[in-house]
């Protein structure tokens, strides 16, 4: 795999989308204390330019949620660190990096309801539409892209590019 060295989207584009998303969803949490609720890896930049773009009390806490062999999702998803939230009664904001078959979120989204949430919103910065195998939308979301992989600003290809600024393709050799 080859990272093309110009950015599918480059670093400023994503500061002014991240502050259009904090904008909305501040109004949108006006009057109430949101847990933010990141999942490792890939959201922890985008999780940590939100939560200081939103300027509003948050609380902030971490799930781990595992599928990806290189860039071909392995099916099984695999969760940890969920048992140390409390989420009952929280408006719960949960951070991904990026939704492909939307796999991952059903899953984590799943268990969370179970928790009985007061509210539970998606927030993505990247969406491949054209990848879903289950039903699945965000009601936040920064950019869709096409059927391609991406890595850089958290997002990985065996744990490598994740502290790119901006988001490239990696294209096949
Ligand atoms: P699903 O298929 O469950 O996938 O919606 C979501 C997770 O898969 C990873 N993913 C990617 N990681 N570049 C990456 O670095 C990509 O293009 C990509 N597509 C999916 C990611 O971890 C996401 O949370
Ligand atoms: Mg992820």
């Known amino acids: 795999m080859r990272l093309n060295p110009e950015p599918l989207i480059s670093p400023e584009r994503i500061a002014a989308r991240v502050g259009e998303m904090a904008a909305q969803i501040?109004?949108?949490?006006?009057?109430?204390?949101?847990?933010?609720?990141?999942?490792?890896?890939?959201?922890a930049f985008f999780t940590a330019d939100l939560a200081r773009a939103l300027a509003m009390d948050t609380d902030l806490e971490f799930v781990r949620a595992r599928s990806y062999v290189g860039t071909r999702s392995g099916g099984e998803v695999s969760l940890s660190r969920m048992d140390d939230l409390k989420i009952t009664g929280r408006h719960v904001?949960?951070?991904?990096?990026?939704?492909?078959?939307?796999?991952?979120?059903?899953?984590?989204?799943?268990?969370?309801?179970?928790?009985?949430?007061?509210?539970?919103?998606?927030?993505?910065?990247?969406?491949?539409?054209?990848?879903?195998?289950?039903?699945?939308?965000?009601?936040?979301?920064?950019?869709?892209?096409?059927?391609?992989?991406?890595?850089?600003?958290?997002?990985?290809?065996?744990?490598?590019?994740?502290?790119?600024?901006?988001?490239?393709?990696?294209?096949?050799?």
């Open 93 to 173: 904001l949960l951070i991904e990096d990026i939704v492909d078959t939307g796999r991952t979120l059903s899953r984590l989204c799943g268990r969370l309801r179970d928790c009985e949430p007061a509210s539970l919103a998606l927030v993505t910065l990247l969406d491949k539409p054209g990848r879903r195998e289950v039903p699945m939308r965000a009601d936040y979301t920064g950019f869709e892209i096409g059927n391609q992989f991406v890595v850089g600003y958290g997002l990985d290809y065996e744990e490598q590019y994740r502290q790119l600024p901006g988001v490239y393709l990696l294209e096949e050799d």
């Open 26 to 43: 501040r109004a949108d949490y006006a009057g109430r204390r949101p847990l933010l609720l990141c999942v490792l890896k890939g959201a």
